[in-house]
């Protein structure tokens, strides 16, 4: 096989990869996924809510399409890790901040109503949200990495709380702390890489063609 059918069976198998993660975004968004972001973004603002369901659907097309690289290469390759990088960046910000202002600014200090079952689905999706953040700052020691965290998350709910945009919520501290633990010691425990940084070898990754067409 020489190296325009293999660049040729590369783009291939890389459009092909790609409308199959369209199509799974597609059903996992229209029956699941969007149905709870709009449950529990009834306080967020129109632009907010929209500016949200796009980049979650974005989030899951290049979620799925990472994990066919990761089970063909066993890396992402570049692009994609910093395409998802910057989509997950953007709807962390949107989550955070893009709550109508309120009235009345409020609080909740109340730990065991953590463990309430309506409380359960918006508990995991903040333990999702999070979760990520263990990863990027897996090179930390874990006692730093707590203490950053939780000063940024503070922050943050001051932030909501000062500006109206949510309320001071014992919760969010608590699942945010524990999702970005997890994943801190996850990663460094099984050493997880999910970018081939060091890989400069052939590989089936979308970047190959750009920089095959440049040659």
Known sequence: MNYQTSKKTVTVVIFIQMLISIGLAFLLDTFL???????????????????????VFFLQVLVIFALFQLILRKRVD????????????????V??????????????????????????????LNFLLFFPLGYYMRKRSFGQLMMVSFVGIVLVEIIQFYNRRGLFNIHDIVIALLAIG??????????????????????????SIFLNKVR
């Open 33 to 55: 996924i969007r149905p709870m972001v709009r449950d529990l973004s009834r306080n967020m603002s129109l632009e907010f809510f929209n500016a949200k369901v796009y980049l």
């Open 78 to 93: 570049r692009l994609t890790f910093l395409s998802l990088s910057l989509v997950y960046i953007a709807l962390l910000f």
């Open 95 to 124: 989550s955070l901040f893009g709550s109508e202002g309120s009235l009345e600014r409020a609080y909740n200090f109340d730990l065991f109503s953590l463990m309430y079952v309506e409380n359960l689905q918006n508990n995991i």
């Open 182 to 207: 997890v994943a801190h010691y996850l990663a460094n425990k099984h050493e997880i890489e999910l970018c081939g940084y060091g890989d400069k070898s052939f590989s089936l990754s979308w970047t």
